[in-house]
């Protein structure tokens, strides 16, 4: 399995913001879930191995960017505005073996085969 390593996790204060980068072996479809305990881990934000297309939850819709540089196989994740909601081990995947077909295979954790060890966020209000 293809190594993705995340970073840039960390606990702040709520209105904070964090980075998260991600770097993998190429330039894929790429996105971020992010799982709190209890609860089944959930979509977050993709991006399509171009950068042109973005995709993100209503949750973090106007408070997170998704974004790549290619030269450096990285993805981040700008999270601005944070609030305690968004507390959870954060993680980054990628697909690797094409099975994104269409804009809605890019939020279904199923269409990614290669997945980071997660990165803990964490929001105090």
């Known amino acids: 399995q293809v190594q993705l390593v995340e970073s840039g996790g960390g606990s702040v204060q709520a209105g904070d913001s964090l980075r998260l980068a991600c770097e993998g072996p190429?330039?894929?479809?790429m996105g971020w879930f992010r799982q709190t305990p209890g609860k089944e881990r959930e979509f977050v934000a993709a991006?399509?191995?171009?950068?042109?297309?973005?995709y993100y939850a209503d949750s973090v819709k106007g408070r997170f960017t998704i974004s790549r540089d290619n030269a450096k196989n990285t993805v981040y994740l700008q999270m601005n505005s944070l609030k305690p909601g968004d507390t959870a081990v954060y993680y980054c995947?990628?697909?690797?073996?094409?099975?994104?077909?269409?804009?809605?295979?890019?939020?279904?954790?199923?269409?990614?085969?290669?997945w980071g060890q997660g990165t803990q966020v964490t929001v105090s209000s």
């Open positions: 995947a990628g697909d690797f073996s094409s099975l994104i077909r269409r804009s809605s295979d890019f939020s279904s954790q199923r269409r990614y085969d290669n």
């Open positions: 190429g330039s894929y479809p």
């Open positions: 991006i399509s191995w171009s950068g042109r297309d973005t």
